[in-house]
């Protein structure tokens, strides 16, 4: 898998998890399917369930005049998933983590989520 692939999945997986009362080990076999997991997939889903209150906090610190629970739940995906990565796996160049959030969001989000999820990541 990969890590374009892994993120796009990890997208969906921490999206059901939102929506869903399911469990992270549930949620990665929905998303996955029949595809074999990868080693950064599994860290990208858990990294971010775990840290998730300080993820959170990160992002609310880099927002202007919106909370977190206002945000769209895909555009707060988006931005948790990125959040992790900028945070936690100083190996992956910021530009890269910020240039992949972007682009997944021009394909999962609506015409102005790339330029929101840019802009509060640019802050980063």
């Known amino acids: 898998m990969k890590r374009r692939e892994a993120r796009e999945k990890a997208l969906q997986t921490l999206f059901q ?5 399911l469990t992270v080990e549930a949620a990665i076999e ?11 997939f599994e860290q990208l889903v858990h990294g971010t369930v775990e840290n998730l209150e300080e993820i959170d906090a ?9 909370s977190i629970d206002r945000l769209a ?3 707060r995906t988006i931005l948790r998933v990125a ?14 983590v ?11 989000g609506d015409e102005k989520s790339s330029k929101f999820v840019n802009g509060v990541l640019s802050k980063y």
């Open 17 to 21: 998890l939102d929506n869903n009362e």
């Open 30 to 40: 929905h998303a996955i399917e029949e595809k074999t997991s990868s080693e950064f």
């Open 58 to 66: 990160s992002i609310v610190s880099k927002l202007e005049n919106w």
């Open 73 to 75: 739940k895909i555009e």
């Open 83 to 96: 959040a992790y990565e900028l945070l936690f796996t100083p190996e992956t160049p910021k530009n890269v």
């Open 98 to 108: 910020i240039n992949e959030a972007v682009e997944i969001s021009k394909t999962f």
